[in-house]
């Protein structure tokens, strides 16, 4: 199975803050991952998908970038409705894997 | 609107059955693969299952293969996920999610909708 290694496990930031959170992957899988925010009792929530594309209703504020093994999910200016755990996915070959998902809290 | 509902989790003994269900609504069920994904308390996200639009094909994670069957009803609209020999470790919240579809620019497979979540407790 394809290993998927997040980091960091946990964050604190401040409102305004810019936050990256990285994802690699124990080998190549091309643009197939997502992101995903989750808050307490809720379901995820899906941000992005083939690695940068913004999901509809998504706000701009989050991007993602990479390929291959190396990815980023960047919040460029922290809002407190964002302070959740966010998870990546591979899905590019079975077993679909998710990062152990960081915890944005703040500071 | 776009809607999964699970339901039929509940307290369970360990070596027990249980299935649960997905019930869609809001988009044509039929065209989508649909997966289980499951988070034990406090703890991260671990893919269990998908199965294809069809029902052609299903693929599992190793730890319920064996043991698990996922498994749709396209004239009901619903997604099935037969649990058998249950075990602690199978305590979780179970979440169905849609798949999306590829499109011209991007590949399809990220999850665009879930349900609300239902708990399953293995316990004696």
Same mark, same amino acid.
């Given at each position: 199975?394809?290993?998927?290694?997040?980091?960091?496990?946990?964050?604190?930031?401040?409102? #305004?803050?810019?936050? /990256?959170? %990285?994802?690699?992957?124990? @080998?190549?899988?091309?643009?197939?991952?997502?992101?995903? +925010? =989750?808050?307490?009792?809720?379901?995820?929530?899906?941000?992005?998908?083939?690695?940068?594309?913004?999901?509809?209703?998504?706000?701009?504020?989050?991007?993602?970038?990479?390929? #291959?093994?190396?990815? /980023?999910? %960047?919040?460029?200016?922290? @809002?407190?409705?964002?302070?959740?755990?966010?998870?990546? +996915? =591979?899905?590019?070959?079975?077993?679909?894997?998710?990062?152990?998902?960081?915890?944005?809290?703040?500071? | 609107?776009?809607?999964?509902?699970?339901?039929?989790?509940?307290?369970?003994?360990?070596?027990?059955?249980?299935?649960?269900?997905?019930?869609?609504?809001?988009?044509?069920?039929?065209?989508?693969?649909?997966?289980?994904?499951?988070?034990?308390?406090?703890?991260?996200?671990?893919?269990?299952?998908?199965?294809?639009?069809?029902?052609?094909?299903?693929?599992?994670?190793?730890?319920?293969?064996?043991?698990?069957?996922?498994?749709?009803?396209?004239?009901?609209?619903?997604?099935?996920?037969?649990?058998?020999?249950?075990?602690?470790?199978?305590?979780?919240?179970?979440?169905?999610?849609?798949?999306?579809?590829?499109?011209?620019?991007?590949?399809?497979?990220?999850?665009?909708?879930?349900?609300?979540?239902?708990?399953?407790?293995?316990?004696?």
């Amino acid at each position: 199975a394809i290993r998927i290694t997040q980091s960091p496990s946990s964050l604190s930031a401040s409102t #305004g803050d810019r936050v /990256t959170i %990285t994802c690699r992957a124990s @080998q190549g899988i091309s643009s197939y991952l997502a992101w995903y +925010q =989750q808050k307490p009792g809720k379901a995820p929530k899906l941000l992005i998908y083939a690695a940068s594309t913004l999901q509809s209703g998504v706000p701009s504020r989050f991007s993602g970038s990479g390929s #291959g093994t190396d990815f /980023t999910l %960047t919040i460029s200016c922290l @809002q407190s409705e964002d302070f959740a755990t966010y998870y990546c +996915q =591979q899905y590019y070959t079975y077993p679909q894997t998710f990062g152990q998902g960081t915890k944005v809290e703040i500071k | 609107q776009v809607q999964l509902v699970e339901s039929g989790g509940g307290v369970v003994q360990p070596g027990r059955s249980l299935r649960l269900s997905c019930a869609a609504s809001g988009f044509t069920f039929s065209s989508y693969g649909m997966h289980w994904v499951r988070q034990a308390p406090g703890k991260g996200l671990e893919w269990v299952a998908v199965i294809w639009y069809d029902g052609s094909n299903k693929y599992y994670a190793d730890s319920v293969k064996g043991r698990f069957t996922i498994s749709r009803d396209n004239s009901k609209n619903t997604l099935y996920l037969q649990m058998n020999s249950l075990r602690a470790e199978d305590t979780a919240v179970y979440y169905c999610a849609r798949e999306m579809p590829a499109t011209v620019v991007t590949p399809g497979g990220a999850f665009d909708i879930w349900g609300q979540g239902t708990m399953v407790t293995v316990s004696s």
